[in-house]
């Protein structure tokens, strides 16, 4: 029996994400947005509606908030997210009081919880706008209760991480991730949601962090355990990776695959402060250095898949002061363009920070200006027209049988020499690379339709398989590869294939 097709939510789920964050949205943050803020109200959400609250009282404040997330991002935003940035994803951080009253008893949210009433159908909205637009969805659970980490944009001022040892915070939250999977496998959001993040900035060594992960995987794979579920990496990647690879296996098939979101900012820390911005530059290419020897095999040694959930081009003045009178625009495009380059070649997405602040086009935080500017680059393939996407199709299809022919006598041949006594399975490495270069094609040909109708709010582009180990993961599934001894060269011949129909059609020129 045949696999199933490519599905559009695996498209939305296993491409590259070319994304941007919505911040500031459905979690309000003063630097981004002080016009959501009465004068003297603290940075937090909490502050700012509870000011709002006392000065206009619940009925206006719940209008005004209802305002601002109908009009966060507008169509005309979406239409140039999805035709003019070429993206392809959004990530969209919530609070646990987005999802309304129920959730926030016995929280510092309970008192304000009637203004956050119709918050999760105005998520819900925005998500189906965005399908309307071909944009996928990562649901980024970003303001926890008692917070995953000290900072307002963990929804209070307390300055506290007070979730890892509050059994209540603990319990809400799970309660919170399992309604939102709910929501999802029942198809009230859509059928772009990328996945669903645990949590932001997870606060590094962070009391039972790793336990908290399992406790939520446990609970969100009985609901729905096809859904991708992100996990932040605490500051710890190597850490984060290690987990995700050892949850991501054959033995682990009926669980949600884990994705690892890291944050990489040049602006923050005293040694990056202490750098030239060429010296920054020069430090790009090896922040995913942790990932060297770690995809490649899934068989072997599970599915490591990380994307970056948060970037920007911002160099903190003290950098600047070391560019030796360099131009700076000329040091933004090598920046941002070396950031997009690696993301796009080692990683299975990235979303800028951020997109919309009442300080338009942003500067350097905005994915606007720095888009405009040509310093934040969409992966080659976004830009293509349908006739050149028919014409490559095209031409990879009329070299199919070649290719095919000669992998597989080149992998026979290759393994009869290094063990001619071994009984292998060589037609499962055929029946992977079949898979893999149907799979890959799909994916490159989704926006114009299969040949049918182009997807909603796309006028050009193709996407490739990003999240490359987590769809093989998948697709060993579902081909019955676990438990299999020779299930390998099934893996093998599927990357093979994906290799070779990317080469044909030049996915990344």
């Given amino acids: 029996m045949g696999l199933p097709p490519v599905s559009e939510t695996d498209i939305y789920r296993f491409r590259y994400h070319h994304g941007v964050n919505i911040g500031s949205c459905f979690v309000l943050e003063k630097w981004i947005h002080p016009s959501m803020y009465p004068q003297d109200a603290a940075s937090s959400e909490l502050a700012a509606v509870s000011a709002a609250v006392m000065r206009d009282g619940p009925d ?110 603990l319990d809400l939250t799970v309660k919170c991730l399992v309604a939102i999977a709910e929501e999802i496998a029942a198809g009230a959001v859509g059928p772009n949601v990328i996945g669903l993040q645990l949590c932001n900035e997870a606060t590094c060594n962070a009391p039972g962090l790793y336990p908290f992960y399992d406790r939520c995987v446990t609970a969100i794979s009985q609901v729905d355990s096809s859904l991708p579920i992100f996990i932040s990496d605490a500051w710890e990647f190597r850490r984060a990776v290690e987990y995700a690879r050892s949850h991501n296996t054959l033995r682990n098939l009926n669980s949600n695959p884990v994705v690892v979101d890291i944050h990489n900012y040049w602006c923050f820390s005293n040694d990056d402060k202490a750098k030239s911005p060429q010296q920054l530059i020069a430090d790009v290419p090896s922040k995913l250095s942790a990932m060297d020897g770690l995809t490649g095999s899934v068989v072997d040694h599970g599915a490591a898949q990380v994307i970056i959930g948060e970037y920007s081009c911002v160099i903190d003045q003290s950098s600047w002061d070391k560019a030796n009178n360099a131009p700076r625009n000329t040091i933004l495009k090598q920046f941002g363009n070396i950031q ?170």
């Avoid at 507008?74 to 392809?88: E, F, K, Q, V």
């Fill in 340 to 509: 997009s380059q690696t993301w796009q070649k080692h990683a299975g997405g990235s979303f800028f920070w951020t997109l919309k602040m009442d300080w338009m086009p942003g500067g350097d935080w905005g994915f606007v200006a720095q888009t405009m500017a040509g310093n934040i680059t969409p992966p080659p393939q976004s830009l293509l027209t349908k006739s050149t996407i028919d014409a490559k199709v095209t031409r990879a299809d009329n070299i199919r049988d070649r290719l095919r022919t000669a992998d597989i006598q080149t992998h026979v041949k290759y393994w009869h020499d290094k063990s001619p006594s071994t009984q292998f399975e060589h037609k499962k490495y055929a029946d992977g690379w079949d898979t893999g270069f149907a799979d890959a094609r799909a994916f490159f040909m989704w926006r114009t339709g299969f040949g049918g109708t182009p997807v909603a709010g796309k006028n050009v582009g193709a996407d490739k398989i990003g999240n490359l180990e987590l769809w093989i993961l998948k697709r060993l599934g579902q081909a019955g590869m676990g438990g299999e001894r020779f299930a390998w060269e099934w893996e093998a011949g599927f990357r093979k294939a994906v290799g070779g129909f990317d080469d044909a059609v030049a996915v990344d020129d």
């Fill in 60 to 169: 206006h404040t719940r209008m005004d908030w209802e305002q601002h997330w109908a009009g966060a991002v507008s169509d005309s935003d979406l239409n140039w997210l999805s035709n003019i940035a070429h993206c392809t994803s959004i990530r969209l951080p919530i609070g646990y009081f987005t999802l309304g009253p129920d959730f926030c008893q016995d929280t510092p949210f309970n008192q304000f919880s009637s203004i956050y009433a119709n918050a999760w159908s105005a998520v819900k909205t925005l998500i189906s706008r965005a399908h309307n637009h071909g944009i996928g969805v990562l649901i980024d659970f970003h303001a926890l209760p008692g917070g995953a980490n000290d900072q307002d944009h963990s929804g209070t001022n307390s300055g506290k991480a007070e979730l890892w040892q509050n059994n209540y915070f």
